[in-house]
């Protein structure tokens, strides 16, 4: 037997709670994995809150990271006994996930943990510094260097912004950060922001084309927010986009992007080649302050997870959420 969190939805509502499983109810995969830590994410939140309809089938134990130790392995690439960790491919949604003790994947979703990372340390950074890296790598593909100007992180105190800032102030680059939590200024200039904005300044509706205001940006917010941004854009500037906390929909035009040849870069870090995932994780390794790292981090057990996924969804969270499902 093992703890997990379990979401139901039948005639008697929607529902998640801190249950006991047999492993012999894991979902069918060829490795095996007795996890350490894992993670909360937006998109945790949503399925624990059912918020929003992320979870695909019922009964489902979320949490789209995990990082432990292969139990059992008919993979070719891991053996019992080696530290794994997972970000995305519809685990949490679609396969049982890892805000549990125990979990069976299938081997192409695995990486082995960076040697520079502990598990608790991987997943302080999870899906959120991840796809911060994928977000980066992304600009820096796309040309963008420090001397273009500064860049713009939405959503900052977040934990895809709380990173995007930390990892773009350490290669160089002048962040600009917009968080609706002005009390939180302190923190971000800590993480490297030089400067930072309103929220409000950015999420109501905008003008097509705007004043030139930066260089590049990394989004996690979406929506009006997006609009806004790609609307500040430089000439030739670049912005990646990666999230949808303010929304799924786009109410901008085309403007900056025909007039000003701004380019938009999608980020889809869930079904990432295994290549892509291990390169990402190497610039992590190489990047991430672990020192800083501390300080982004909160850690919960089972139970509390619960209790903070709501106040996740209400943007009362800074940084990462880590949970120890041992505890």
Same mark, same amino acid.
């Given at each position: 037997?093992?703890?997990?969190?379990?979401?139901?939805?039948?005639?008697?509502?929607?529902?998640?709670? @801190?249950? +006991?499983?047999?492993?012999?109810? @894991?979902?069918?995969?060829?490795?095996?994995?007795?996890?350490?830590?894992?993670?909360?994410?937006?998109?945790?939140?949503?399925?624990?809150?059912?918020?929003?309809?992320?979870?695909?089938?019922?009964?489902?134990?979320?949490?789209?990271?995990?990082?432990?130790?292969?139990?059992?392995?008919?993979?070719?690439?891991?053996?019992?006994?080696?530290?794994?960790? @997972?970000?995305?491919?519809?685990?949490?949604?679609?396969?049982?996930?890892?805000?549990?003790?125990?979990?069976?994947?299938?081997?192409?979703?695995?990486?082995?943990?960076?040697?520079?990372?502990?598990?608790?340390?991987?997943?302080?950074?999870?899906? *959120?510094?991840?796809?911060?890296?994928?977000?980066?790598?992304? !600009?820096?593909?796309?040309?963008?260097?420090?001397?273009?100007?500064?860049?713009?992180?939405?959503?900052?105190?977040?934990?895809? &912004?709380?990173?995007?800032?930390?990892?773009?102030?350490?290669? &160089?680059?002048?962040?600009?950060?917009?968080?609706?939590?002005? +009390?939180? *200024?302190?923190? !971000?200039?800590?993480?490297?922001?030089?400067?930072?904005?309103?929220?409000?300044?950015?999420?109501?509706?905008?003008?097509?084309?705007?004043?030139?205001?930066?260089?590049? *940006?990394?989004?996690?917010?979406?929506?009006?927010?997006?609009?806004?941004?790609?609307?500040?854009?430089?000439?030739?500037?670049?912005?990646? *986009?990666?999230?949808?906390?303010?929304?799924?929909?786009?109410?901008?035009?085309?403007?900056?992007?025909?007039?000003?040849?701004?380019?938009?870069?999608?980020?889809?870090?869930?079904?990432?080649?295994?290549?892509?995932?291990?390169?990402?994780?190497?610039? !992590?390794?190489?990047?991430?302050? @672990?020192?800083?790292?501390?300080?982004?981090?909160?850690?919960?057990? !089972?139970?509390?997870?619960?209790?903070?996924?709501?106040?996740?969804?209400?943007?009362?969270?800074? &940084?990462?959420?880590?949970?120890?499902?041992?505890?």
């Amino acid at each position: 037997m093992f703890k997990a969190i379990l979401i139901d939805k039948d005639t008697t509502g929607y529902r998640a709670r @801190l249950t +006991e499983l047999d492993q012999a109810q @894991l979902p069918e995969g060829d490795v095996s994995v007795r996890v350490a830590y894992s993670t909360l994410n937006y998109k945790d939140g949503l399925a624990i809150t059912g918020k929003s309809p992320v979870v695909r089938q019922f009964p489902m134990v979320p949490g789209i990271d995990l990082a432990g130790t292969v139990e059992a392995s008919s993979h070719p690439r891991f053996r019992p006994g080696e530290q794994v960790l @997972l970000n995305g491919w519809g685990v949490g949604e679609s396969h049982w996930g890892g805000l549990a003790q125990r979990a069976r994947l299938q081997g192409d979703w695995l990486i082995h943990l960076p040697e520079a990372f502990s598990a608790r340390q991987a997943m302080a950074i999870g899906t *959120a510094g991840y796809t911060a890296m994928l977000c980066l790598m992304a !600009l820096e593909r796309n040309g963008l260097s420090p001397e273009h100007g500064e860049v713009l992180v939405t959503g900052a105190s977040g934990g895809v &912004g709380s990173f995007a800032i930390s990892l773009l102030a350490k290669l &160089g680059y002048s962040v600009i950060a917009a968080t609706g939590r002005p +009390e939180e *200024a302190d923190y !971000l200039k800590g993480l490297g922001a030089s400067r930072i904005i309103e929220r409000a300044e950015l999420s109501q509706p905008g003008r097509p084309l705007a004043r030139e205001r930066w260089a590049a *940006a990394i989004d996690s917010v979406g929506s009006h927010t997006l609009a806004n941004v790609c609307a500040g854009t430089a000439a030739d500037g670049l912005v990646a *986009a990666c999230g949808l906390a303010q929304g799924m929909d786009f109410p901008g035009s085309v403007a900056p992007f025909i007039l000003r040849g701004v380019s938009l870069l999608g980020i889809n870090s869930v079904t990432r080649p295994y290549h892509e995932r291990v390169h990402a994780w190497e610039r !992590l390794a190489a990047e991430v302050d @672990l020192q800083q790292l501390q300080q982004i981090t909160r850690e919960v057990s !089972l139970q509390e997870a619960l209790a903070v996924a709501p106040e996740l969804l209400e943007g009362k969270v800074r &940084g990462r959420v880590v949970v120890d499902v041992n505890r």
